[in-house]
């Protein structure tokens, strides 16, 4: 569905990405992980057309056709929508008009109004809220709001970037769900994110990038069993690690 060919983009003089190649197949939740910094959302930015002159080497194509070069408008006309960090929801709009936001390139009004329901059925809370501003809701109330104005759109691919950051654990479950639900209901999904766990959990494929290229990439479950994953991205050490931890602090501590 989305091919990404040796891609090289800049900010500046800093070397972002560094010949990136990604494949995400239809139907399938794709899980980029890394720590800050890495260029997981440049990705994404890139993709989208929203960097300036990007990207600088490389070919980017959906559904057969290059879009790199492409501005961000056409690239939504053809059925990417993106979740950006931070949510960046209209804050003085309400709800409902985020909403009908999200749906600026349609013009069929009756099925815009279907969809705005079926939002309200993934995200009751929305409906509870809608005539009520964006910018007055809480952090994973606009996490919530961000994803349904991006599928307002129909996409037949979502970019989620980091759709946990800053939200309690009970939040990121609840979000972690709904995109599962959506996925099963069949938009390919792109995930940027840092909580490996949970992006493992429910992904299909996970690709781990350091410093602007991709350093391992494998099935979530198997990605899941690594133990350098495990240590370096889940907080899990290895038992001898954690033994080797353990008299480094002793070492330490009679110093």
Same mark, same amino acid.
């Given at each position: 569905m989305l091919e990404?060919? #040796? /891609?090289? %983009?800049? $900010?500046? +003089?800093? $070397?972002? +990405?560094?010949?990136?190649? +990604?494949?995400? #197949?239809?139907? !399938?939740? !794709?899980?980029?992980?890394? #720590? #800050?910094?890495?260029? *997981?959302? !440049?990705?994404? *930015? %890139? /993709?989208?057309? +929203?960097l300036d002159d990007q990207p600088d080497k490389g070919r980017i194509e959906f559904l057969g056709k290059r879009i790199d070069g492409k501005d961000p408008e056409v690239i939504v006309r053809r059925g990417i929508s993106y979740v950006p960090e931070g949510r960046e929801v209209f804050e003085e709009l309400s709800v409902k008009e985020n909403l009908q936001m999200g749906a600026y390139i349609r013009s069929d009004r009756a099925g815009i109004r279907e969809d705005i329901n079926k939002i309200y059925a993934y995200f009751p809370v929305l409906k509870q809220r809608e005539n009520q501003w964006a910018g007055t809701l809480s952090g994973g109330e606009q996490q919530m709001l961000a994803i349904g104005r991006a599928l307002m759109n129909r996409p037949k691919l979502l970019f989620l970037d980091e759709p946990s950051l800053g939200l309690s654990p009970i939040l990121v479950k609840e979000i972690f769900k709904i995109v599962t639900a959506i996925n099963e209901e069949g938009v390919t999904i792109l995930l940027v994110e840092q909580n490996a766990r949970m992006a493992l959990n429910i992904s299909d494929i996970g690709l781990i990038l350091e410093n602007g290229r991709f350093v391992m990439k494998g099935k979530s479950e198997e990605l899941m069993e690594d133990k350098d994953v495990k240590e370096f991205y889940m907080g899990i050490r290895s038992e001898e690690s954690a033994k080797g931890f353990q008299r480094w602090k002793r070492k330490k501590r009679w110093r």
């Open positions: 990404i060919q #040796n /891609v090289e %983009t800049f $900010y500046g +003089l800093i $070397y972002a +990405l560094r010949g990136v190649s +990604l494949a995400v #197949n239809e139907g !399938t939740i !794709t899980a980029i992980l890394g #720590n #800050n910094g890495a260029g *997981k959302s !440049t990705i994404l *930015k %890139t /993709v989208m057309g +929203l």
